[in-house]
């Protein structure tokens, strides 16, 4: 008997030392958790139905955040909330009122924003313009139908005279002096800005297009898988780069065996793969978006440029292309030269 009682003190020893050290661990427990989180206004949180009755529920692309009321509040009354998936700037903002992108779309001064656009453009075409060039850019752009925006970016400042053209009454016009297009597109053609365009041109005012299709080069960019592309270049003293070259026989080329010597000891690297060059690049939205990071606030000319689209696109030598059966010519006027003196000239081109 005396052992059976020893051992039921034993058991109540050990059931109260358990219940102890429960305690201790709980106190430690919440005391991290305290530390951790010291005080509640938002967070993004995952909890039972039984207890969202008391959160405010926000919902964005089928995700839910909470925002807790807390007692640190304005003076309406109103929770103080933070949405770290928001865009950076954004946190503090309803996620269902957060609009990260925008457009070119040209919208009038009153009416239903929805009734502005007759037809709602897929792609955006660009040209960097003086208006000596307005007859090629007059034949350009009405190569390309109502699905791509024109965008005109003037280096001469003279934006008025074009309206005289049909067309131009629904393009877009910014006019700085003096400027390339690198430099245009650096500053108004944002990622964020060009979202809603599936492909952006960024092509020169001296370019003939009596052989281009619009619509026939898109179908062949897209069947092709090009992310980054080009027309070929009808071979004349413009052409600097066999890559660039159009070949007759056939729609498309994505590499050439016929560089100079020396220039291809690798033929998935430019210039005889992955290259296109910069005077009438082609690009998907999701190229563009790496490639505008890429642009240096700096650059002028582009020189160089062509050589490290490669880095955009992945594999390069198979998402880079020229497109032959759609080519163009290269007039080689330097007109943007003429908004510079004779000295300035002569220290550019050497």
Not at 173 to 180: A, G, L, R
Not at 308 to 324: F, M, N, T, W
Request: net charge neutral; charged share 25%; hydrophobic share 40%.
């Amino acid at each position: 008997m005396g052992t059976i009682h020893r051992s039921g003190v034993l058991k109540k020893t050990n059931d109260s030392a358990r219940l102890i050290i429960t305690t201790i661990l709980g106190v430690v427990f919440g005391f991290f958790i305290g530390v951790s989180f010291p005080s509640v206004s938002l967070y993004k949180i995952q909890l039972p139905s039984s207890l969202r009755s008391s959160l405010d529920v926000a919902t964005s692309n089928d995700k839910e955040f909470f925002i807790v009321r807390s007692p640190e509040t304005t003076g309406e009354n109103v929770p103080k909330i933070y949405v770290p998936t928001n865009p950076r700037g954004a946190e503090r903002l309803p996620p269902g009122i957060v609009v990260p992108e925008s457009d070119l779309y040209l919208h009038r001064l009153w009416g239903e924003p929805s009734e502005d656009l007759k037809k709602t453009p897929k792609y955006l075409v660009t040209f960097t313009v003086g208006f000596d060039q307005m007859n090629n850019i007059d034949a350009c752009v009405k190569k390309f139908s109502e699905d791509f925006q024109i965008l005109l970016f003037h280096y001469d400042g003279r934006t008025t005279e074009w309206d005289q053209f049909e067309w131009s009454k629904n393009a877009i016009h910014v006019s700085v002096k003096k400027q390339t297009k690198w430099w245009y597109a650096k500053r108004f053609l944002h990622p964020d800005v060009v979202a809603p365009y599936e492909y952006i041109f960024i092509w020169d005012e001296d370019l003939g297009v009596e052989h281009f299709n619009a619509e026939r080069y898109i179908e062949l960019v897209k069947r092709h898988g090009l992310e980054i592309s080009q027309p070929g270049l009808e071979p004349n003293n413009g052409l600097t780069w066999q890559m660039t070259k159009r070949r007759g026989d056939r729609q498309v080329h994505k590499l050439v065996t016929d560089e100079k010597p020396g220039w291809c000891s690798d033929p998935h690297l430019p210039p005889c793969a992955a290259f296109v060059e910069i005077m009438a690049p082609v690009f998907s939205r999701e190229a563009w978006r790496c490639v505008w990071y890429m642009i240096q606030n700096d650059l002028v000319h582009g020189w160089g440029l062509d050589f490290a689209l490669r880095r955009c696109v992945e594999p390069a030598h198979e998402k880079i292309g020229v497109v032959d059966s759609q080519w163009i010519i290269h007039k080689v006027i330097p007109s943007l030269g003429n908004q510079v003196s004779h000295h300035q000239l002569a220290i550019c081109y050497g």
